[in-house]
């Protein structure tokens, strides 16, 4: 079975503070790894997957997230936080061993003050 | 916009009833997945259809069922509704049978009061 677990249901940061979003996985199989973003009453969009190349990865929107297998994490980072940053972030596992479903963790509300 | 068009956006009903959600995945995507978002459980999958058949199943209720269409678009019927059922639902699509390369296109979800 795969899970992952958010650290935070909220976190706030002022604009142009470092945002970091907190994920770890449990799987015993090798996981693909995805952070999503929920803007309010839309639907979720993929910002960045892990799915075994580079351990560090670029999304959009300047987020990037680091593979970490030695601590079963995968932490969501942005160098400096917009307003426009104010949204509701998953992170989600899948195996990559054949078929998969996507699992997602409860998630994380980014607030960002001026 | 993802492509993934979800019908009713809104819907309020009464403990007992039964309603159904529509969903039209993106254009070429085969398989489509429901999820259920509530503020205690998060979002729960539900279950998967890849070109008609079930592929996947998740922590759907008895009382929940979907199918898929010839033509791409499913629905979920939510019977004997329970005021826990109040949730948004979601659809998202993908073009292939498994969600390993992650990207699902999601709706904007049907939200269902349960009065």
């Known amino acids: 079975a795969q899970s992952v677990t958010q650290l935070g249901s909220h976190v706030s940061v002022s604009e142009g503070a470092l945002v970091l979003l907190r994920c770890n996985y449990s799987s015993s199989v090798p996981p693909y790894l995805f952070w999503y973003v929920q803007y309010p009453n839309q639907g979720l969009q993929l910002l960045l997957k892990?799915?075994?190349?580079?351990?560090l990865v670029k999304g959009i929107n300047g987020f990037e997230a680091e593979f970490k297998k030695s601590e079963t994490s995968f932490h969501l980072t942005k160098p400096s936080a917009h307003m426009s940053d104010a949204a509701e972030y998953f992170c989600a596992v899948s195996s990559n061993s054949g078929y998969s479903t996507l699992t997602f963790g409860k998630g994380t509300m980014l607030l960002v003050s001026p | 916009d993802s492509g993934v068009t979800q019908t009713p956006k809104h819907l309020i009903t009464a403990t007992g009833q039964r309603v159904t959600l529509r969903c039209s995945p993106r254009s070429g995507d085969l398989s489509v997945y429901w999820y259920q978002q509530s503020l205690d459980q998060g979002l729960q999958f539900l279950i998967q259809?890849?070109?008609?058949?079930?592929?996947a199943k998740g922590n759907i209720l008895e009382r929940f069922s979907a199918q898929q269409f010839p033509d791409l678009h499913s629905e979920l019927n939510l019977s004997s509704l329970e005021l826990g059922d109040s949730a948004l639902y979601f659809c998202?699509?993908?073009?292939?049978?498994?969600?390993?390369?992650?990207?699902?296109?999601f709706g904007e979800g049907s939200r269902l009061t349960v009065l």
């Open positions: 892990y799915t075994s190349a580079a351990t």
């Open positions: 998202a699509s993908s073009p292939g049978t498994g969600a390993n390369t992650g990207e699902l296109f």
């Open positions: 259809y890849y070109n008609g058949e079930e592929r």
